[in-house]
C-alpha cells in the first residue's frame, strides 16, 4: 500500500528565497508530524496536526516556518526568506492516530540545501 | 535533563556478537515506548514496540524498567546489515507527540 510521500526529494535553493515541502500521509491517518534532521543529528520536532484540532506549532524554530493541513490529509511546510543554516533533511510522518502508543510512519524526507 | 537520552556510540560490535542499548527517559507518566531503526541518509522505521512484558522478535529484544525509567534493546547473533542508528520514542500517551532520543549508532564489523 501507499506509504508517506513527500515532494520534492531534494532542494536546492539560493539563500532568501521562499520553499514549499508537501507531505501526503497515509490514507486515513489523523496525525501528521514534521520534522527536521540535521546531518549527523537527531530528530527535531517541528510541528503536529491531530484531526481538525489546532496544531502544535510547539517546535517551529522561527516566525519564518510555517504549516498548514488541507482537509485533514495533504500538508504543505512553509520556510520564507531561508537561511544556510535551514539547510536539512525534513521528515513528515503519519499515525492513525495522534495518540502516542500508536506508531509513526515516515516519508523518505525532502532534503532542503540551501546556497 | 533530557526528555530522552542515549547514549550516541559508535558500539563497534563483531559478527555474531550480542549487544545491547539502552534509553533513559525522564517523564514517569510515559506509557508508550518505540524502537526505531534508521539507516544513513534513510527516514526512520519502526524496528518494534516495547511491551511492559518485554517482547521478542527473532535476534531482537525490547524490554522496559518503569523503576529505572529506561527501555533497552538486545540484539543478538548481529550481522553487517544490523548496521544503523537505534532511535528511542518515548510516549506520555493521550494526544501527545512523542518524543526521540537522539539516537545510538551500531556499527557491526566483520
Known amino acids: 500500500g501507499a506509504g508517506v510521500s513527500q515532494s520534492p526529494s531534494n532542494k536546492v535553493t539560493e539563500k532568501g528565497k521562499d520553499v514549499e515541502l508537501r507531505c501526503d500521509p497515509i490514507s486515513g491517518h489523523t496525525a501528521l508530524y514534521w520534522y527536521r534532521q540535521s546531518l549527523g543529528q537527531g530528530l527535531e520536532f517541528l510541528i503536529y496536526f491531530q484531526g481538525n484540532s489546532a496544531p502544535d506549532k510547539s517546535g517551529l524554530p522561527s516566525d519564518r516556518f510555517s504549516a498548514e493541513r488541507t482537509g485533514g490529509s495533504v500538508s504543505t511546510l512553509t520556510i520564507q526568506r531561508t537561511q544556510q543554516e535551514d539547510s536539512a533533511v525534513y521528515l513528515c510522518?503519519?499515525?492513525?492516530f495522534g495518540q502516542g502508543n500508536q506508531p509513526q510512519h515516515f516519508g523518505d524526507g525532502t532534503r532542503l540545501s540551501i546556497l | 535533563r533530557k526528555e530522552v537520552e542515549q547514549d550516541p556510540g559508535p558500539f563497534n560490535v563483531p559478527e555474531g556478537a550480542t549487544v545491547a542499548f539502552n534509553c533513559t527517559y525522564s517523564?514517569?507518566?510515559?506509557?508508550?515506548f518505540f524502537w526505531y531503526r534508521q539507516d544513513c541518509r534513510k527516514e526512520p522505521k519502526l524496528l518494534m514496540s516495547v511491551y511492559s512484558s518485554g517482547n521478542e522478535d527473532g535476534r531482537f529484544t525490547a524490554q522496559l524498567n518503569r523503576a529505572s525509567q529506561y527501555i533497552s534493546l538486545l540484539i543478538r547473533d548481529s550481522k553487517l546489515s544490523d548496521s544503523a542508528t537505534y532511535l528511542c520514542v518515548v510516549s506520555s500517551g493521550g494526544y501527545q507527540k512523542v518524543t526521540f532520543g537522539t539516537g545510538t549508532k551500531l556499527q557491526v564489523i566483520p
Open positions: 517523564n514517569s507518566a510515559s506509557q508508550s
Open positions: 510522518a503519519s499515525s492513525l
